[in-house]
């Protein structure tokens, strides 16, 4: 059975800093690309960010880049997603989500395998 669980979201001051985790399972970790897609109120799903298989590279949006890092353990199945100088604007359902590595593109449709979500609130 493929598990992807989400934690750590809560609620935050503009400025501050959360750190989502992520374990998965049911599948073999080193062969899917990882995650985060997000949506926030009323919006659609947003690609925020994806971390590659063995060499573990990683992309982001813009809107993010220099602000959140992300990173995977291998061998730990697990991903941390650091997140730093929050704004009101990140606030959503942040999402941990695989695809199979072959598979290129920031679509989230693209992804496999999901997780239910944690929520992240900036706000003052």
């Known amino acids: 059975e493929v598990h992807v669980v989400e934690s750590g979201g809560g609620l935050v001051q503009p400025g501050g800093s959360l750190r989502l985790s992520c374990a998965a399972s049911?599948?073999?970790?080193?062969?899917?690309?990882m995650g985060w897609v997000r949506q926030a109120p009323g919006k659609g799903l947003e690609w925020v960010s994806a971390i590659g298989t063995g060499a573990g590279s990683t992309t982001y949006q813009d809107s993010i880049k220099g602000r959140f890092t992300f990173s995977r353990d291998n061998a730990q199945n697990t991903l941390l997603l650091q997140m730093n100088s929050l704004k009101p604007e990140d606030t959503a359902v942040y999402y941990c989500?695989?695809?199979?590595?072959?598979?290129?593109?920031?679509?989230?449709?693209?992804?496999?395998?999901w997780g239910q979500g944690t929520q992240v609130s900036v706000s003052s």
């Open positions: 989500a695989a695809k199979f590595w072959m598979v290129g593109g920031t679509d989230p449709s693209q992804y496999a395998y």
């Open positions: 049911g599948f073999d970790f080193s062969n899917y690309v």
